[in-house]
């Protein structure tokens, strides 16, 4: 018995190990807040893959707590529990709904273009997603992923525009 066992491990052994091979773990680094409960709660709600158009991403297996990665080469990176970002103006803030109404207000970082990293304004722990442009468009996977990131409390911040700053700017003469 134990040497049709051994025989069994070594003819299953190659296929498991090429199986393997073709979607390798993604290496990350964790966010310094990444062992949030709360991010836990993100992770598991992730979705299995994102599509876009014609192409579907699937989810890659990530080394680091409180991330996600999809497509093969990586086409986006999710981290939970990055730095929680201050008001600013050098940053664009959209405020996106998702298919089913979850608002999220995500800050836009489009420095490495045509890589854009979207980091949550309005959620604690905060969300980094960082999305190859070339590949797949941001409206994909944010909707994608906001089932899982609008379950995060909302800590205060919105997005503002001129007129919540200074209601008179825009009124006509």
């Known amino acids: 018995m134990n040497r049709q066992r051994a025989v069994l491990a070594a003819a299953c052994f190659p ?3 090429a199986l393997a ?9 964790p966010a310094a807040g990444a062992a949030d409960p709360a991010c836990a709660a993100v992770t598991v709600r992730l979705p299995g893959e994102i599509d876009e158009g014609t192409t579907t ?7 680091a707590q409180a991330t ?18 201050a008001p600013t103006s050098d940053l664009p803030c959209n405020t996106v709904v998702d298919n089913v109404g979850n608002s999220i207000d995500w800050l836009v ?3 490495q273009d045509p890589v854009f990293t979207f980091t949550t304004y309005d959620k604690a722990p905060a969300v980094s997603v960082t999305i190859d ?9 944010l909707n994608a992923i906001s089932i899982a990131v609008s379950q995060l409390p909302e800590n205060g911040h919105h997005c503002i525009g001129l007129d919540d700053v200074n209601p008179t700017a825009t009124a006509a003469p």
Do not use: M
């Open 133 to 141: 442009y070339d590949s797949i468009g941001s409206a994909s996977v």
């Open 15 to 17: 296929l498991v190990a």
């Open 68 to 85: 996600g990665a999809w497509g093969d080469p990586t086409v986006v990176v999710l981290h939970c529990g990055v730095a929680q970002p």
């Open 57 to 63: 991403f699937v989810q890659r297996e990530t080394n």
């Open 21 to 29: 091979a073709c979607t390798p773990t993604v290496a990350l680094e």
């Open 109 to 111: 970082d489009d420095s």
